[in-house]
């Protein structure tokens, strides 16, 4: 199963590793495991990972990386195979994402020896670029009748949830949700207010705009990583942020 129906899908260049996410959810979905074991299956990874970096094992960073990425899908499959979609799990995803994102670039400046308010801004602009895609993303899948709802375009009140979640849970991870993601999100929503009325979000534009993805995102690292150019990973993702305002061209030129 996935966020979209097939008719829906796009090329998303996020999303490699959607094939090997499959399988692990399918083995999960026997098993008494849930989604947000398998959320806490990829945190373990990307700590792996960072500690790996440390050590400056670079290849096996980029290997656990990689499988991080693979595990962030397979969490939502598995939510989605049990019919147990949860927004305990969607908001756990989110935060930990925020936070391994910024000790990843953080610890690439140290062992580099790059300057730390260079990494912070490029934690915000990465940040920001990932926040471009999802709302996007986000506005397409509410727009079909079979897609995943979980994530709302306007994330501006706490859910009531679901009954087999804690409703005390889902309140605590909003609102660290709400503060992780709150600037970034009004920031895009300012900047495209337009954007939510839009009908259909074309393939070829959500395939542009997918190189934007957390999944993508991470894939360059891993790659700069096993190529032993850790050192242009900060400036890259500063430079990466000037198609931001492409982007946005492109949906309110195209797109309405």
Known sequence: MSKLSKTDKFLDFSDYGRSLAKPIAIYFSKTRFNAVHVTWLFVLSAFISLYSIYMEYYITAAVFLLLKSVLDAADGELARLKKMPSYTGRYLDSVWDIVLNFLFLMLIAHVTNQNYSMAFIAFLL???????????????????????????VFENKTPVAFPYESQFNVTLLFSLYKAFYGVFDFIIYQLEKSASKVKN??????????????????????LFLSLNLKAYIILFFIVYSLFIPLFIGLRKMFVR
Request: proline share 2%.
């Open 126 to 152: 990465f940040q920001l670029q990932g926040t471009v895609y999802n709302y996007y993303y986000v506005i397409l899948r509410n727009q079909k009748l079979n897609a995943d709802k979980t994530s709302r």
């Open 201 to 222: 979000m074309p393939k070829w534009f959500m395939s542009f705009v997918s190189i934007y993805g957390l999944g993508f995102q991470l894939l360059i690292i891993a």
